[in-house]
């Protein structure tokens, strides 16, 4: 393990909240043990932590991404916009690539400050591919609910993958459910080999869905960039709206487009909060700049 203490940056997507760290100098080793404990809300605080490595792919950078439950993961939206963003400050281009092992990512300026748009790649509906557990022709609502058989209270869920599988429950209200009680249930269920992001969402017109998420791996979260692609791409396969939305989450709006090429386009800000360093061995951090705490 590194003697030395090792230097992060705190940020955060619409409230999705990330610890970044640079290995692309040194390899960086947390245990899942660490990143638990750093990841409370008492420590540093984050969803994700994010390690930069350098890519063998020939992009810009490697993107290695754990939960805050200690596990890897493929993918994060809200992550590779803040990646994307340091990246094109670093490098002066308007643009950056990012390799995940979801594949490879590409970001762009939006023209807004702070502001990032991602190129998600294509999103994959096939049962096998997001996986789940049992085959499924149709992907846009599978056999799956919660509560009685004859009145469930959560039911026929739309299930998609954009690097990691989610599950989207179409509901009038998405605060009108328990998520906290339900989304630990839905997001073990045996129907999904390697869990899955759990959504509520309502479409509110052809632009325009509502969408809270219980992220595998982190719980409850202010915003997740994968749910908000999924959950839009998911809409339009059911003609439920258009092919470009604003997706509100409890953090803020992403606009997310699926184009004809079938790539979904994700638009959204990032934000700095702090940087620090921690020391490896006792997990002790500091922080310095605006929001340290």
Same mark, same amino acid.
């Given at each position: 393990m590194q003697a030395d203490p090792i230097p992060f940056r705190k940020m955060n997507g619409l409230g999705n909240e990330f610890a970044v760290f640079d290995g692309r100098s040194g390899p960086i080793y947390l245990s899942a043990e660490a990143i638990r404990t750093l990841g409370q809300p008492e420590a540093i605080g984050f969803d994700q932590m994010i390690t930069l490595e350098r890519s063998k792919a020939g992009a810009d950078v490697f993107m290695r991404i754990h939960n805050r439950d200690g596990g890897e993961v493929d993918a994060c939206g809200n992550a590779t916009r803040c990646v994307g963003w340091l990246l094109m400050g670093e490098n002066g281009r308007p643009n950056a690539t990012i390799e995940t092992n979801a594949g490879l990512l590409r970001a762009y300026e939006s023209g807004r400050p702070e502001t990032v748009t991602v190129d998600m790649g294509k999103p994959r509906f096939a049962w096998n591919q997001i996986p789940l557990a049992e085959e499924f022709h149709d992907t846009r609502a599978i056999e799956l609910q919660i509560g009685p058989i004859d009145d469930p209270i959560l039911h026929t869920p739309s299930a998609v993958s954009m690097g990691n599988p989610h599950a989207i429950f179409w509901v009038d209200d998405v605060e009108a459910y328990d998520l906290v009680r339900f989304g630990p249930l839905l997001e073990n269920h045996p129907i999904f080999p390697e869990r899955a992001n759990i959504s509520l969402a309502h479409v509110t017109a052809r632009d325009a869905i509502t969408v809270r998420t219980w992220e595998r791996g982190v719980g409850l979260t202010q %915003? #997740?960039?994968? %749910?908000? #692609?999924? %959950?839009? /791409?998911?809409? &339009?396969?059911?003609?439920? $709206? *258009?092919?470009?939305?604003? !997706? $509100?989450? =409890?953090?803020?709006?992403?606009? !997310?487009?699926?184009? *004809? *090429? *079938?790539? /979904?386009? &994700?638009?959204? =800000? !990032?934000e700095t909060e702090f940087e620090g360093t921690i020391d490896p061995e006792t997990l002790a951090w500091t922080a310095r700049g605006q929001g340290a705490t």
């Amino acid at each position: 393990m590194q003697a030395d203490p090792i230097p992060f940056r705190k940020m955060n997507g619409l409230g999705n909240e990330f610890a970044v760290f640079d290995g692309r100098s040194g390899p960086i080793y947390l245990s899942a043990e660490a990143i638990r404990t750093l990841g409370q809300p008492e420590a540093i605080g984050f969803d994700q932590m994010i390690t930069l490595e350098r890519s063998k792919a020939g992009a810009d950078v490697f993107m290695r991404i754990h939960n805050r439950d200690g596990g890897e993961v493929d993918a994060c939206g809200n992550a590779t916009r803040c990646v994307g963003w340091l990246l094109m400050g670093e490098n002066g281009r308007p643009n950056a690539t990012i390799e995940t092992n979801a594949g490879l990512l590409r970001a762009y300026e939006s023209g807004r400050p702070e502001t990032v748009t991602v190129d998600m790649g294509k999103p994959r509906f096939a049962w096998n591919q997001i996986p789940l557990a049992e085959e499924f022709h149709d992907t846009r609502a599978i056999e799956l609910q919660i509560g009685p058989i004859d009145d469930p209270i959560l039911h026929t869920p739309s299930a998609v993958s954009m690097g990691n599988p989610h599950a989207i429950f179409w509901v009038d209200d998405v605060e009108a459910y328990d998520l906290v009680r339900f989304g630990p249930l839905l997001e073990n269920h045996p129907i999904f080999p390697e869990r899955a992001n759990i959504s509520l969402a309502h479409v509110t017109a052809r632009d325009a869905i509502t969408v809270r998420t219980w992220e595998r791996g982190v719980g409850l979260t202010q %915003a #997740c960039g994968t %749910a908000a #692609c999924a %959950a839009a /791409v998911a809409a &339009m396969r059911k003609k439920l $709206t *258009d092919r470009k939305v604003t !997706v $509100t989450l =409890p953090g803020g709006p992403l606009l !997310v487009e699926w184009r *004809d *090429d *079938d790539h /979904v386009w &994700m638009t959204g =800000p !990032v934000e700095t909060e702090f940087e620090g360093t921690i020391d490896p061995e006792t997990l002790a951090w500091t922080a310095r700049g605006q929001g340290a705490t």
